[in-house]
């Protein structure tokens, strides 16, 4: 496995949009627990928050406004030691039986093994696309930065600022892209333990309980949806959409290295080499590049 010194030692040549010090959001003003409110506190002026998991229940947020386009982060913190059958997700959603969502969930294991990041898009209701990957670092020890950066172009998905998949718009050539719904921001701790660790095989060790994620310094640089003019003003090219700029279209070749650094060494499973899940029939974008 190439060792990421070398990668990381090369200062990341980025736009401010990805740097975790310009994390300026309030828990407080911006969300609200959707369910298990009593299993969750906010604490820190708004700063922190965190997401508890017991037999009785999990816990949730839902940020108040709806986006589409921009830089939505959050620095999270996933829960230490055996934490299999437990699932913390962060994603963002519209609603309805034809919605879109662009997903980060981390698959809870047992002492001692690494956590599984899973990462999926759905347009339309259509989902499948589902990318796996084995973390490079201990999620459990620190707050890390996962970040969603989203336009007109393409979809990135960002840890600690380094590129770890992309989903470019080819809607033109009749593959969904999320370009047209207003998409709320979730985080939640729940129990997963039919399906999360090893397929189901490893449930929750309730003895360990209450289980904890901490969510701090969440942020959302992006434009606010205000019903369906919001597909033209939050696409148009102008300086107050920034993620409309030039340098958001493309990955540059820093940021290309750094992605294909994680993909060849810690990707685990991806739908467009699953022959056997789809039959041979593969989705039309896993012809396509995507950066």
């Known amino acids: 496995m190439r060792s990421l010194h070398g990668l990381v030692a090369v200062a990341f040549i980025s736009v401010i949009a990805f740097q975790s010090c310009v994390v300026h959001g309030n828990f407080y003003r911006d969300v609200y ?6 299993h ?12 508890l998991l017991d037999k009785t229940a999990g816990s949730g947020i839902q940020s108040y406004n709806a986006f589409l386009f921009g830089s939505i982060e959050m620095l999270i913190k996933l829960v230490p030691g ?3 059958g437990t699932v ?3 994603y963002l959603s519209s609603t309805g039986n034809y919605h879109d969502e662009i997903d980060f969930e981390f698959l809870g294991n047992s002492s001692g093994q690494p956590y599984t990041m899973h990462t999926n898009i759905f347009t339309q209701g ?8 084995k973390l490079w670092f201990d999620p459990t020890a620190d707050y890390h930065n996962y970040t969603i950066h989203w336009n007109p172009t393409a979809v990135v998905w960002f840890v600690d600022s380094i590129p770890i998949r992309v989903f470019r718009n080819y809607k033109s050539e009749g593959i969904g892209f999320p ?10 701790l729940w129990n997963a333990d ?18 904890m994620a901490g969510l701090k310094k969440f942020n959302a ?27 958001y279209k493309q990955l540059n070749w820093d940021q290309q290295g750094k992605m294909k650094w994680v993909q060849d060494n810690y990707m685990i499973y991806n739908y467009c080499t699953d022959y056997k899940r789809f039959g041979g029939k593969m989705a039309p974008e896993c012809y396509k590049p995507q950066y």
């Open 33 to 38: 627990f959707n369910w298990g409110a009593k």
């Open 40 to 51: 969750s506190y906010i604490y820190g002026n708004g700063d922190n928050l965190n997401l």
């Open 82 to 84: 055996n934490s299999a």
């Open 88 to 90: 913390t997700a962060y």
């Open 126 to 133: 259509k989902g499948n696309r589902e990318q796996q990957f």
């Open 179 to 188: 370009n047209q719904q207003g998409m709320q921001v979730y985080s939640s």
């Open 194 to 211: 039919n399906w999360a660790t090893r397929g189901g095989l490893v449930k929750i060790d309730w003895s360990c309980a209450p289980f």
């Open 221 to 247: 640089r992006a434009c606010k949806w205000d019903g369906p003019l919001s597909i033209i003003k939050c696409a148009v090219p102008t300086p107050f959409n920034w993620w409309t700029s030039r340098v």
